[in-house]
């Protein structure tokens, strides 16, 4: 792990938010080449999801939303976690997770009551993971959605706040009518959505697994009721795929069904991968009956029942749907693609990224830094092959250094113009996996890398 998160701030992946002032706890900014990344996953997922479907559209709904919302979701009164302080070194902790280290099952959605009477019981087995000691609080529900005072010129406006979206999916429910009355979509058909969400999470240590301020990925699939579980199967299946063709390796990914299911659910898994802390929720997959849809139609009093045009049924829709947070899939991502490697009695550290989210594609490099001709027919080359890959010019520093570099962020390929290039019209091309080099025409540069890519 902490290789992992010293990678990211010295090559520019990830940085500490607002990291001058001290840092700002649970946030994270993206660098230059975790934007690449984050962009790449959100590009694989929107055209998985939406591009190569005829049944999904897409949607981007602001993250303000009405504050009833959030009442009718239940996240105003029910979205909280269980929360306990240790007196010793004041850390806070999420008990769920401290009575699950103690081998204890808790789940994260019982009562204040209920969590308080097991974590009483279960309190002496365990320690406080920061400091040792065991002399905590009592358990209290803390709610995790974050408030905001907008359009709200009050003194005390935090008695009527409106929320930072806790999730991205409730703009697709309250979007739902709209979509069916706009567009031509019919029953089984998705609505696909990329965009920020914030929670106030209690324990946020865990680098970008857990952060306050996060970016989700989630379908919503709207199906007959008799055809929930069915389509579900089939979700399921995708979603696992996805990660597949992603390059994730497959044993570093597993299934983790949800025993306890909340009353509205039909089934829960989650596809867990395995973080440097553990196996631990990537991705839920879920079938929520009708609840989300009959919740909104109650509250908002609107009519939200859809009607077959082949055979005039009025039903309201169950909904499955697909829910990922961005910096989860980039974290597996990395974690997967880290290696260290002896090569000639050195350690070459390399991000064995799969081609399709390298943030670099292929990075170009005159030999020697202080030759104008040299210099010139790199500039050239790397003018004509970044019009189709994100490429990287680097022209200063020792060759070696230069590959080391591009290595520890997971460029492919990397192109070196030296003085034959001036004689034989070819360059060399190293592969970041093997190391090998070839020699390849400068005039076949962009038809090879056609063939890589
Ligand atoms: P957990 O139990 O880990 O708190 P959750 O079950 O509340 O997560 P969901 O509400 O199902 O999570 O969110 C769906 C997805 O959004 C998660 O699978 C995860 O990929 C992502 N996600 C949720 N919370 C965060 C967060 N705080 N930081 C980053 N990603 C998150």
Request: charge should be positive.
């Amino acid at each position: 792990m902490q290789k992992i998160v010293s990678l990211c701030k010295r090559r520019g992946f990830v940085y500490p938010s607002s990291e001058i002032y001290g840092g700002f706890s649970a946030i994270y900014d993206l660098g230059p080449y975790g934007v690449e990344i984050a962009n790449a996953i959100k590009n694989i997922w929107w055209r998985e999801m939406v591009q190569l479907r005829n049944d999904i559209v897409g949607l981007d709904a602001a993250i303000f939303m009405h504050p009833k919302v959030w009442e009718a979701s239940g996240h105003v009164t029910d979205f909280a976690d269980p929360l306990a302080e240790c007196k010793s070194c004041h850390t806070r902790w999420r008990v769920d997770h401290l009575l699950e280290s103690a081998g204890i099952f808790a789940d994260e959605k019982m009562s204040e009551k209920e969590i308080n009477k097991i974590f009483e019981k279960g309190k002496k087995k365990i320690k406080c993971p920061n400091c040792g000691k065991n002399n905590f609080t009592s358990v209290r529900k803390f709610n995790l959605l974050v408030k905001s005072n907008l359009g709200n010129f009050t003194e005390d406006w935090t008695k009527e706040p409106v929320y930072l979206r806790g999730e991205t999916c409730q703009g697709i429910y309250v979007d739902y009518k709209n979509i069916l009355d706009s567009t031509r979509v019919q029953i089984p058909f998705g609505i696909a959505q990329i965009g920020k969400a914030f929670r106030n999470e209690i324990t946020a240590r865990q680098f970008i697994f857990r952060t306050r301020e996060f970016e989700q990925m989630e379908m919503q699939y709207f199906v007959h009721p008799g055809n929930e579980l069915k389509e579900y199967d089939k979700l399921r299946k995708l979603r696992w795929n996805f990660y597949l063709n992603l390059g994730i390796n497959k044993n570093n990914l597993k299934w983790h069904k949800h025993e306890n299911l909340v009353f509205y659910a039909k089934e829960a898994y989650d596809i867990e991968y395995n973080f440097p802390f553990g196996f631990s929720e990537l991705e839920g997959i879920h079938a929520r009956g009708d609840y989300d849809l009959s919740q909104h139609a109650k509250c908002s009093g609107k009519d939200l029942f859809y009607t077959d045009p082949r055979t005039g049924e009025k039903y309201v829709p169950h909904i499955i749907e697909s829910s990922v947070g961005v910096g989860r899939i980039m974290f597996a991502l990395l974690c997967d693609a880290y290696a260290e490697e002896k090569v000639k009695g050195e350690t070459r550290i390399v991000l064995k990224l799969p081609k399709q989210v390298a943030p670099i594609k292929i990075a170009i490099f005159p030999l020697l830094a202080n030759k104008p001709e040299l210099i010139k027919k790199a500039r050239e080359i790397f003018d004509n092959l970044k019009t189709n890959y994100m490429c990287e010019y680097d022209g200063s520093g020792n060759i070696g250094k230069r590959y080391r570099r591009q290595d520890e962020i997971g460029t492919p390929y990397c192109v070196t113009v030296d003085f034959d290039t001036l004689k034989d019209k070819a360059v060399t091309v190293r592969d970041r996996d093997s190391m090998k080099q070839e020699r390849i025409k400068v005039a076949d540069l962009k038809e090879y890398f056609e063939n890589k890519f």
